[in-house]
Nanobody
Framework: QVQLVESGGGLVQAGASLRLSCAASGRTFSSYAMGWLRQAPGKEREFVAAISGSGGVTRYADSVSGRFTISRDNTKKTVYLQMNSLKPEDTAVYYC?????????????WGQGTQVTVSS
Protein backbone atom coordinates (compact mmCIF):
# COMPACT_ATOMS: atom_id res chain seq x y z
CA GLN A 1 0.00 0.00 0.00
CA VAL A 2 1.09 3.53 -0.77
CA GLN A 3 -0.44 6.64 0.73
CA LEU A 4 0.16 10.00 -0.90
CA VAL A 5 -0.18 13.40 0.77
CA GLU A 6 0.20 16.57 -1.28
CA SER A 7 1.12 20.00 0.02
CA GLY A 8 2.27 23.35 -1.30
CA GLY A 9 -0.78 24.63 -3.12
CA GLY A 10 -2.06 28.14 -2.71
CA LEU A 11 -3.14 31.41 -4.30
CA VAL A 12 -0.55 33.27 -6.37
CA GLN A 13 -0.47 35.92 -9.07
CA ALA A 14 0.30 35.17 -12.68
CA GLY A 15 4.02 34.85 -13.26
CA ALA A 16 4.74 33.55 -9.77
CA SER A 17 6.13 30.17 -8.76
CA LEU A 18 4.96 27.38 -6.49
CA ARG A 19 6.42 24.05 -5.50
CA LEU A 20 4.12 21.16 -4.78
CA SER A 21 5.28 18.23 -2.69
CA CYS A 22 3.88 14.74 -2.41
CA ALA A 23 5.00 12.62 0.52
CA ALA A 24 4.53 8.88 0.18
CA SER A 25 4.33 6.11 2.72
CA GLY A 26 5.25 2.51 2.08
CA ARG A 27 8.47 0.66 1.44
CA THR A 28 8.28 0.41 -2.34
CA PHE A 29 8.24 4.08 -3.33
CA SER A 30 11.14 3.79 -5.77
CA SER A 31 9.36 1.05 -7.70
CA TYR A 32 6.57 3.40 -8.73
CA ALA A 33 6.47 5.96 -11.47
CA MET A 34 5.08 9.11 -9.93
CA GLY A 35 3.02 11.75 -11.59
CA TRP A 36 0.89 14.83 -11.28
CA LEU A 37 -2.53 15.27 -12.81
CA ARG A 38 -4.82 18.27 -12.47
CA GLN A 39 -8.48 19.07 -12.79
CA ALA A 40 -9.89 22.52 -13.36
CA PRO A 41 -13.54 23.35 -12.61
CA GLY A 42 -15.80 21.99 -15.32
CA LYS A 43 -12.95 20.27 -17.15
CA GLU A 44 -11.63 16.75 -17.50
CA ARG A 45 -8.73 15.61 -15.38
CA GLU A 46 -5.50 15.98 -17.37
CA PHE A 47 -1.95 14.76 -17.26
CA VAL A 48 0.67 17.27 -16.13
CA ALA A 49 3.98 15.47 -15.57
CA ALA A 50 5.47 12.10 -14.64
CA ILE A 51 8.79 10.69 -13.53
CA SER A 52 10.21 7.19 -13.57
CA GLY A 53 11.03 5.25 -10.41
CA SER A 54 14.72 6.08 -10.65
CA GLY A 55 14.05 9.69 -11.60
CA GLY A 56 15.96 9.32 -14.84
CA VAL A 57 13.03 9.80 -17.20
CA THR A 58 10.45 12.57 -17.11
CA ARG A 59 7.46 13.47 -19.22
CA TYR A 60 5.41 16.64 -19.47
CA ALA A 61 2.22 17.87 -20.98
CA ASP A 62 2.83 20.35 -23.78
CA SER A 63 0.98 23.02 -21.82
CA VAL A 64 3.53 22.97 -18.98
CA SER A 65 6.72 21.93 -20.74
CA GLY A 66 9.47 24.45 -20.08
CA ARG A 67 7.65 25.92 -17.07
CA PHE A 68 7.16 22.96 -14.74
CA THR A 69 9.78 20.52 -13.45
CA ILE A 70 9.05 17.20 -11.79
CA SER A 71 11.62 15.60 -9.53
CA ARG A 72 11.80 13.00 -6.78
CA ASP A 73 13.88 12.15 -3.77
CA ASN A 74 13.61 8.43 -3.11
CA THR A 75 15.41 8.72 0.22
CA LYS A 76 12.65 11.05 1.41
CA LYS A 77 9.89 9.23 -0.51
CA THR A 78 8.80 12.55 -1.92
CA VAL A 79 8.01 13.83 -5.40
CA TYR A 80 7.98 17.51 -6.28
CA LEU A 81 6.46 19.70 -8.94
CA GLN A 82 8.20 23.02 -9.38
CA MET A 83 5.85 25.36 -11.20
CA ASN A 84 7.26 28.57 -12.65
CA SER A 85 5.69 31.33 -14.75
CA LEU A 86 2.25 30.31 -13.58
CA LYS A 87 -0.74 31.28 -15.69
CA PRO A 88 -4.42 31.63 -14.77
CA GLU A 89 -5.11 28.53 -16.86
CA ASP A 90 -2.94 26.52 -14.46
CA THR A 91 -5.65 26.97 -11.83
CA ALA A 92 -6.79 23.50 -10.79
CA VAL A 93 -6.71 20.86 -8.11
CA TYR A 94 -3.41 19.02 -8.49
CA TYR A 95 -3.26 15.32 -7.69
CA CYS A 96 -0.22 13.21 -6.99
CA UNK A 97 -0.34 9.70 -8.44
CA UNK A 98 1.65 6.49 -8.40
CA UNK A 99 1.61 3.67 -10.90
CA UNK A 100 3.81 0.75 -11.89
CA UNK A 101 4.72 1.96 -15.35
CA UNK A 102 5.73 5.40 -16.60
CA UNK A 103 4.38 4.65 -20.05
CA UNK A 104 0.84 3.59 -19.19
CA UNK A 105 -1.51 1.50 -17.18
CA UNK A 106 -3.83 2.35 -14.33
CA UNK A 107 -2.99 4.84 -11.63
CA UNK A 108 -2.72 2.67 -8.55
CA UNK A 109 -2.71 5.39 -5.91
CA TRP A 110 -3.94 8.97 -5.64
CA GLY A 111 -3.44 11.78 -3.18
CA GLN A 112 -6.30 13.91 -1.91
CA GLY A 113 -5.36 16.87 -4.10
CA THR A 114 -4.10 20.37 -3.44
CA GLN A 115 -5.63 23.54 -4.83
CA VAL A 116 -3.58 25.88 -6.98
CA THR A 117 -5.17 29.19 -7.89
CA VAL A 118 -3.46 31.67 -10.20
CA SER A 119 -4.95 35.15 -10.41
CA SER A 120 -4.49 37.41 -13.41
Amino acid sequence: QVQLVESGGGLVQAGASLRLSCAASGRTFSSYAMGWLRQAPGKEREFVAAISGSGGVTRYADSVSGRFTISRDNTKKTVYLQMNSLKPEDTAVYYCTARRSLSGGPYDYWGQGTQVTVSS
